[in-house]
Structure formats: C-alpha cells, structure tokens
C-alpha cells in the first residue's frame, strides 16, 4: 500500500490503467488485456494481490481464469494473506459477504446484522447500509444482473475465495459460518411463508 505526503494510507485499489501498469512492471510479464480487465474486477483493483495470483498459476503452470470459483478456491491458498485497507468492521463484513454467492441487498443486510456481534466481538454493525456503500465504493461488493432476482451483491470471485480461505485459518470461523446459515435458513423459511 502506498501513502501520500500527508502520511494518509491510499486505497490500494488501482484504475485499470494503473493496474495493468503495476503488473506489467511488477515482473508477471506482458498481461493479455482482457485478462488484466477479468483480473481487475476479481481482485477488485487490488494489484498486490492479481500479481501474486500471477505467479503461484505460473509456478503451477496452469492457465490464470479468475471467474472460476474452483481456480480461485484453489489459488488463494497459495497467496499471501490479503490486507483490504479497511476497517475491522467493514473487513468482517466483507468476509461474511464472501460467504454467500449473489445475494439481495436485504439479504445482505440481514446477514451482516446476525453475524455481525460474532466476528466484531459483540460490537455489532450499526448501519448495515453505510457498511454496504462502503464496501461497494472500495470493489469487495459489485452489482451483478440477474434475469429473475433483478440486481445483486456479491464479492469478486477471487476476493471472496481469499477472504473465506483466511477465515477459515481464524479459530472463531466455525460458530460465524454456523449462525450466518441459521439466519439464511431462517430468511428463506419467512421468505417463503
């Protein structure tokens, strides 16, 4: 991450200029377009973390495909631990946002308001909403499209591997997942009534 004259940390997201920029001369070697566009988007601008992407694929010799969820369950284990350049709130949240695919902004929110207490160690989150526009600003959440459930949220596809596969490493992990999919259960079951 880098900093300006102030000392203030900068977002470590990256135009896609910039982006391909870092990359290319990070030492990865000349980067397909369309490939840095893909990568850009997965790792929300995050050039630090599509380059260490970059080299545990090419160390592996397989082909770089960062909208397959098996590929980013697969190369997050082999990259170093992602700092987001967050808030501790905003991190938890996007680590539980991670584990769900394409969700509803109520279902985000109410997710993040069950679980919330559990990762923040009973603080909990007080504007669910704001924590949401917060984290779509910095890319942990894009607007995706779908034809019959209209806009959703969810954390790009090699993001939200990397943030499951680091909570996992963290001991408290199994009661957060454990309470998010009582709540999801719970929602489905009331949606459904």
Do not use: F, N, W
């Given at each position: 991450m880098s900093s300006n004259a102030?000392?203030?940390?900068?977002?470590p997201r990256r135009s896609l200029g910039d982006f391909i920029i870092e990359l290319e001369s990070s030492g990865v070697g000349p980067v397909d377009t369309e490939l840095c566009h893909l990568l850009w988007t997965e790792c929300a601008g995050r050039a630090l973390f599509?380059?260490?992407?970059?080299?545990?694929?090419?160390?592996?010799?397989?082909?770089?495909?960062?909208?397959?969820?098996a590929f980013a369950d697969w190369?997050?284990?082999?990259?170093?631990?992602?700092?987001?350049?967050?808030?501790?709130?905003?991190?938890a949240a996007a680590s539980v946002l991670a584990q769900l695919s394409a969700v509803s902004e109520p279902?985000?929110?109410?997710?993040?308001?069950a679980v919330a207490d559990d990762l923040l160690g009973g603080i909990g989150v007080n504007?669910?909403?704001?924590?949401?526009?917060?984290?779509?600003?910095?890319?942990?959440?894009?607007?995706?499209?779908?034809?019959?459930?209209?806009?959703?949220?969810?954390?790009?596809?090699?993001?939200?591997?990397?943030?499951?596969?680091?909570l996992t490493t963290t001991p408290d992990?199994?009661?957060?997942?454990a309470s998010?999919?009582?709540?999801?259960?719970?929602?489905?079951?009331?949606?459904?009534?």
């Open positions: 102030e000392g203030k940390a900068q977002d599509a380059e260490a992407v970059l080299r545990a694929a090419a160390t592996a010799g397989v082909t770089v495909e960062p909208e397959s969820a190369v997050v284990e082999l990259c170093p631990r992602l700092s987001l350049e967050l808030g501790p709130g905003d991190t279902t985000a929110v109410r997710a993040l308001t504007d669910p909403e704001g924590v949401l526009i917060r984290l779509h600003s910095s890319g942990m959440l894009t607007r995706v499209e779908d034809s019959v459930r209209g806009s959703l949220l969810q954390v790009p596809t090699l993001i939200a591997a990397k943030l499951r596969y680091d992990a199994g009661p957060v997942v998010l999919l009582e709540v999801l259960i719970e929602h489905m079951e009331s949606a459904g009534a």
